[in-house]
C-alpha cells in the first residue's frame, strides 16, 4: 500500500493529454510507452529490492548511496530532493489539485490565474500547518485520501465497460502510418511525461529499518507494488480511450479522468471525477510534505545542512522548521512555474508540465545513481549478506540505465530550461558540499604532536 499510494498521484490523470497531442496521434505507441516506462521502472526496482534487504536501514537512498560512492553523491542526493526533485513534486501535485477544483465550480465562478495560483498556494501552506501541527494528522489525511483514491481508480477501469459505453472505434488508429523523426522526438517527450505517474517507486525504503522481516517484506512490497501500479496506469488509459476518441483527450486541460465521466455521466459526473483527482492529489502533496523533511532533517543531524532544520518542535514534536523551509521553496517553484508559462491560454495545465519535467530530471539522475549501485556494491563489498539478489541481473539493472539514459537525452534535447536550471542547482550543492567539509576539517581539534 506505501508503494501504491506513494507512485499514484497525479500522472494517470493528466499526462494522457501529452502523448495525445503530441506526434504519436495513435494508440499503439501510447500504450507501449506506458507499458515500456513500467518495465523499466519495474527493472529499476528489482535493483532496488538488493540494496534494500542488504541495508535495511533508516534512510532509504541516502545509504545506498553513501555505501557505493561516499558521502559527497548522498549530500547532493538530499540537497536534490529539497531544491528540485520533492518540492517540485509539492508544486505540481498542489497545481493538479487546483485543475481539478476548477472542474468542480460552476463556470460562473471559474477561477482565472491570478486565482489559481492563490488557491494553490494557500492549499500548500494550509497543508504544511497540519503537517507542522502533528504527524498523526498528516498520516490520518494521507490514509484517507488512498483510499478515495483506490476506488476511484477501479471506477474508472471497469465503468465504461459496465454501462456498455466502451466503443472500441476510438482506438484507431492503432499504429501510425510511418515511423518519421518527428514520431520518434514525439516518443520521447511522451516518456519523459510518463515517467512522473511512475515517480516515487523509492519512496517506501527510507521506513526499511521500521519493517518486518525487511529482507524478505521489502523485495516483495517494492516488486508486487510496481507491479500493481503498471496494471492500474496500463488498464486506466485503455479505459480513457474506449470512451474518448483521441482529439478530445488531447483536449483535456482539466484532467483525462474528469472528461472520460463527463462524456458517460455529464457536467455532474466530471465534477466527482474532479473531486476524485483531488483526493489522490492532495493525498500525494500530503505524502511529500510528511517525508521530505525527514530527510533534511537526518542530514542536518549529520551536520550537512543548517543546525535549524534538524531542531524538533518544543510542543508539536515535529520537525517544523525543515516542514516550513520545505514549503516555502516549493511555494517559489509555483510562482516560477506561473510567471514562465504566462500566456494568453491561462492553462494551469501548462505550469503543471514545467514543474514535473523539473521533477524527472532529478530523479533521473539519482534513481539511476541507485540502481547503478548493485553494481558498485557487488565489486566494492562482496561481503554484505545479500538475502534478497536482483532477478535478472545484470540485464535488468543495465536495461533500466539504458533507459534512463535514453530518458536523459531527450530531456536535454526538449526540455533545456529544466535541465539547465536542475543542474546549476547541483552544482550549486556541490560547491556547498566543499565549503561546509571544510570548515568541518576547521573544526577538528588539533593532535597533539609526540616526539620521540
Known amino acids: 500500500m506505501l508503494i501504491v499510494g506513494g507512485i499514484i498521484g497525479s500522472g494517470v490523470f493528466f499526462k494522457a493529454k501529452v502523448l495525445a497531442e503530441g506526434g504519436l496521434h495513435s494508440?499503439?505507441?501510447?500504450?507501449?510507452?506506458?507499458?515500456?516506462?513500467?518495465?523499466?521502472?519495474?527493472?529499476?526496482?528489482?535493483?532496488l529490492a538488493e540494496l534494500a534487504a542488504m541495508?535495511?536501514?533508516p534512510g532509504g537512498p541516502y545509504i545506498y548511496l553513501r555505501e557505493a560512492y561516499g558521502r559527497l553523491v548522498a549530500f547532493?542526493?538530499?540537497?536534490?530532493?529539497?531544491?528540485?526533485?520533492?518540492?517540485?513534486?509539492?508544486g505540481a501535485l498542489t497545481c493538479a489539485t487546483v485543475i481539478s477544483l476548477n472542474e468542480v465550480l460552476p463556470a460562473g465562478v471559474k477561477l482565472e490565474r491570478g486565482g489559481q495560483q492563490a488557491i494553490a498556494i494557500g492549499l500548500l501552506l494550509l497543508l504544511m500547518l497540519i503537517n507542522v501541527v502533528g504527524?498523526?494528522?498528516?498520516?490520518?489525511?494521507?490514509?484517507?485520501?488512498?483510499?478515495?483514491?483506490?476506488?476511484?481508480?477501479?471506477?474508472?477501469?471497469?465503468?465504461?465497460?459496465?454501462?456498455?459505453?466502451?466503443?472500441?472505434?476510438?482506438?484507431?488508429?492503432?499504429?501510425?502510418?510511418s515511423l518519421s523523426g518527428?514520431?520518434?522526438?514525439?516518443?520521447?517527450?511522451?516518456?519523459?511525461?510518463?515517467?512522473?505517474?511512475?515517480?516515487?517507486?523509492?519512496?517506501?525504503?527510507?521506513?526499511?529499518?521500521?519493517?518486518?522481516?525487511?529482507?524478505?517484506?521489502?523485495?516483495?512490497a517494492l516488486v508486487i507494488g510496481v507491479s500493481i501500479v503498471i496494471a492500474v496506469y496500463v488498464l486506466a488509459n485503455v479505459s480513457y480511450h474506449l470512451v474518448l476518441p483521441m482529439e478530445r483527450i488531447a483536449a483535456s486541460a482539466g484532467g483525462v479522468a474528469a472528461e472520460s465521466f463527463r462524456a458517460l455521466f455529464g457536467e455532474t459526473g466530471a465534477r466527482i471525477a474532479a473531486l476524485g483527482v483531488m483526493s489522490s492529489t492532495l493525498g500525494g502533496t500530503g505524502s511529500n510534505?510528511?517525508?521530505?523533511?525527514?530527510?533534511?532533517?537526518?542530514?542536518?543531524?549529520?551536520?550537512?545542512?543548517?543546525?535549524?532544520?534538524?531542531?524538533?518542535?518544543?510542543?508539536?514534536?515535529?520537525?517544523?522548521?525543515?516542514i516550513v523551509v520545505q514549503t516555502l521553496w516549493a511555494v517559489v517553484l509555483i510562482v516560477a512555474a506561473f510567471a514562465w508559462k504566462s500566456g494568453p491560454n491561462d492553462r494551469l495545465i501548462d505550469a503543471f508540465d514545467v514543474l514535473t519535467d523539473f521533477v524527472i530530471f532529478g530523479a533521473l539522475l539519482f534513481y539511476a545513481l541507485v540502481v547503478a549501485a548493485v553494481f558498485?556494491?557487488?565489486?566494492?563489498?562482496?561481503?554484505?549478506?545479500?538475502?534478497?539478489?536482483?532477478?535478472?541481473?545484470?540485464?535488468?539493472?543495465?536495461?533500466?540505465?539504458?533507459?534512463?539514459s535514453a530518458v536523459m537525452i531527450s530531456m536535454f534535447r526538449e526540455k533545456l530550461v529544466q535541465t539547465a536550471a536542475g543542474t546549476i542547482l547541483i552544482a550549486a550543492g556541490f560547491g556547498y558540499y566543499l565549503w561546509i567539509e571544510r570548515r568541518r576539517r576547521r573544526a577538528l581539534p588539533s593532535l597533539p604532536i609526540h616526539h620521540s
Request: aromatic share 12%; charged share 15%.
Open 135 to 177: 504527524t498523526r494528522w498528516g498520516a490520518s489525511f494521507q490514509d484517507a485520501t488512498v483510499i478515495i483514491k483506490l476506488i476511484f481508480l477501479v471506477a474508472i477501469i471497469v465503468l465504461p465497460v459496465l454501462l456498455g459505453r466502451a466503443d472500441p472505434a476510438n482506438l484507431g488508429p492503432i499504429w501510425p502510418e
Open 182 to 220: 518527428e514520431f520518434w522526438r514525439a516518443l520521447g517527450v511522451g516518456m519523459i511525461a510518463v515517467l512522473w505517474p511512475y515517480n516515487g517507486w523509492v519512496n517506501a525504503t527510507p521506513v526499511a529499518g521500521e519493517i518486518r522481516e525487511p529482507q524478505r517484506n521489502l523485495p516483495l
Open 55 to 57: 541495508l535495511p536501514h
Open 376 to 404: 558498485v556494491l557487488r565489486r566494492k563489498r562482496p561481503d554484505l549478506p545479500r538475502p534478497y539478489r536482483t532477478w535478472g541481473y545484470p540485464a535488468t539493472p543495465f536495461l533500466y540505465l539504458v533507459g534512463s
Open 76 to 90: 547532493l542526493w538530499g540537497w536534490s530532493e529539497f531544491w528540485i526533485i520533492r518540492t517540485a513534486s509539492l
Open 289 to 322: 510534505l510528511l517525508t521530505g523533511p525527514r530527510i533534511y532533517f537526518a542530514m542536518a543531524r549529520d551536520g550537512m545542512l543548517p543546525a535549524a532544520l534538524g531542531q524538533v518542535h518544543a510542543t508539536f514534536r515535529t520537525p517544523a522548521i525543515a
Open 27 to 47: 494508440f499503439g505507441p501510447i500504450i507501449a510507452a506506458w507499458i515500456a516506462v513500467g518495465v523499466h521502472t519495474l527493472c529499476g526496482t528489482l535493483a
